[in-house]
């Protein structure tokens, strides 16, 4: 069954420093969406990408952060200077449409670590 | 914001018990997912849910939207240790997939 692979599964990084998070969705899925899960809180929404455009962010989305389909293959999520607050389970998804009949398939997920 | 409340936040249980979780809102939701999550792993959908009063059973799970669409309940019958896992409700609108998560129900069954 096709899934979703996250890379890297662990980064560590120092405060200021930019990180790239790398996802290559499901190959038919045109919807995709970066989630995030700060160490025993919520999984919580980050933005929702679709057609090459972000389609909705939240306002944990901040300045700081960006997304890209460099390749056509690759969703990468870039955050530019890091902050400890950072630290967390990032997870991408991706789904065929953006119906609640097409459900989100989850990555494994890159724990990013923050010192 | 729709805010999710799931209950009870842990659940220990002997292999075998029934056991039932919630999920709870002030707000009407337009479709409501059950996930489960296991250690170092990304959710893994188990079931949506959209009409009122629908139930929906997979295997020895039976989940139960409400009639007013504002809560749910996940019931596991005769449960296994490999039961033993995150369970997450999220509620999403009817586009965008744009899902909002509770803080889940820890269930752990031991053999």
């Known amino acids: 069954e096709p899934e979703v692979t996250q890379t890297p599964s662990h980064q560590v990084t120092q405060m200021g420093q930019e990180v790239i998070l790398r996802c290559v969705p499901i190959?038919?899925?045109?919807?995709f969406y970066w989630y995030r899960q700060i160490l025993g809180q919520k999984v919580e929404f980050l933005v929702s990408?679709?057609?090459?455009?972000?389609?909705?962010k939240s306002e944990i989305f901040d300045d700081q952060f960006s997304v890209e389909r460099p390749d056509g293959s690759n969703f990468t999520l870039k955050i530019r200077s890091t902050k400890l607050e950072d630290s967390a389970m990032y997870f991408c998804?991706?789904?065929?449409?953006?119906?609640?009949?097409?459900?989100?398939?989850f990555g494994n997920g890159t724990r990013l670590t923050v010192t | 914001t729709q805010l999710l409340k799931q209950s009870p936040q842990f659940l220990s249980i002997q292999e075998g018990e029934n056991l039932t979780v919630y999920c709870n809102s002030s707000?009407?939701?337009?479709?409501l997912q059950w996930y489960r999550q296991e250690p170092g792993e990304g959710p893994v959908l188990l079931v949506t849910?959209?009409?009122?009063?629908e139930v929906k059973k997979l295997k020895r799970l039976t989940f139960q939207f409400g009639d007013a669409r504002k809560d749910s309940s996940l019931h596991i019958t005769a449960a296994q240790p490999g039961d033993t896992g995150l369970y997450l409700c999220?509620?999403?609108?009817?586009?965008?997939?744009?899902?909002?998560f509770g803080a889940g129900t820890i269930l752990r069954v031991k053999s």
């Open positions: 190959s038919n899925h045109l919807y």
């Open positions: 999220a509620a999403g609108g009817e586009y965008g997939n744009k899902l909002v």
């Open positions: 990408f679709y057609n090459n455009e972000i389609s909705e």
């Open positions: 998804a991706s789904s065929r449409d953006s119906s609640y009949n097409s459900p989100l398939h």
């Open positions: 849910v959209v009409t009122g009063g």
């Open positions: 707000s009407v939701f337009s479709s």
